[in-house]
């Protein structure tokens, strides 16, 4: 194989399925998409599936709040059903610091058109009725969001990029970026070479080593998180919110007829093992005796690993490398990836326009660590 594209994107997940679907709807023509293996077979179709705008971030808020539009219109305009449930995104909260913070958050997400609220235990409660107060001092509620399929998602974009004549090359490992001087000239790939003048990094956990093929420092580690599957749950509640206590990263929401249950593991090492272990399990049911005591009688049924792409201030890495050019980036999503998804897709492709984004994203340049200039969010799990 020895081709041309005008932009070759790296990473068949949901932001590189995103970004190429956005680049061809807009005209871009010799889009071309490489991923190594299967397409949302990285860490898209390992994520917990939740979709929100309640972040701490202004650019957080306005990037989730966008995508949580496309997402409600993604059956209609892609054609492909992604399994939406707006069932809403419940944050449970023990301590007097986590509630000013929240507070805080829902005034910015409130500014910004988020219809969160702050509400007390008892109507916590009532919304999800698995979970215990004991201890609970208020929670943040916003019915907006929910959850969806994360591997429809890519599928859809998938399907939608071919149609306005992108190629997907799967099972194509990029191997190397050449350049002249300061300008990239090709990309090197498994099953040959490419010409092209422009990248865009959408890698996700192992974009640090892509970065690297052009001297590009992009700050992301891997790190392997679990979740657990349980068995069907008697008299579960259709609307059950995606529920998080925040002190331990407990979460859980509606599986079929069981419950998708997970959280941090602060053991757990930075690598790209994505085997399952119990290690976590003693922690997760001492917090599920805390906070949702009824989930201890559940017997599992499944579960998997898979990787988060962390940076240092837990925020994305999105924006175009100072040099060599072109060579743009969307990843260390820190989490949050897949629920930013179709809306860094847009951002992305006015990038690479020279179009002014409907957000300026510029705080999230990588190069804001070396400028010592960390934006952290602090709505993560």
Sequence with gaps: MNTHASVVVIGGGVMGTSIAHHLAAAGVRDVVLLERDELASGSTSKAAGGVRAQFSDELNVQLGARSLEAFGRFGEEIGYDIGLHRVGY????STPEEVDAFEAGVRLQNSLGVPSRMIDPAEARRLSPLISTQGLLAAAYSPDDGHCTPEAVVH??????????????????????ELHGDTITAVTTTLGRI??????????????????????????????????????????????????????????????????????????????????????????????????????ELRRTGGWAGLYEITPDHNALIGEAPGPSRFLY???????????GPAVGEVMRDLYLGRVPFVDVGPLSAGRFAADAPRPEVNCV
């Design 90 to 93: 419940l944050f449970l909260l």
């Design 195 to 296: 010409t092209t003048d422009t990248v865009i990094c959408a890698a996700g956990a192992w974009s640090r080593a892509v970065g690297a093929m052009v001297g590009v420092d992009l700050p992301v580690r891997p790190l392997r998180r679990q979740v657990a599957v349980t068995e069907p749950v008697a008299a579960l509640p259709p609307e059950l919110p995606m529920t998080i206590d925040f002190s331990s990263t407990l979460y859980f929401h509606a599986e079929g007829p069981g419950l998708l249950v997970g959280m941090s593991d602060p053991d757990e090492r930075p690598g790209f093992a994505t085997d399952t272990h119990d290690r976590w399990i003693p922690r997760l049911y001492a917090a599920m005796e805390r906070r949702a005591p009824a989930l201890t």
């Design 330 to 340: 969307a990843t260390g999503f820190s989490g949050h990836g897949f629920l930013q």
């Design 156 to 177: 859809g974009y998938a399907a939608a990029a071919r149609s306005h004549g992108a190629r997907i090359l799967r099972h194509t490992e990029a191997t190397g970026i």
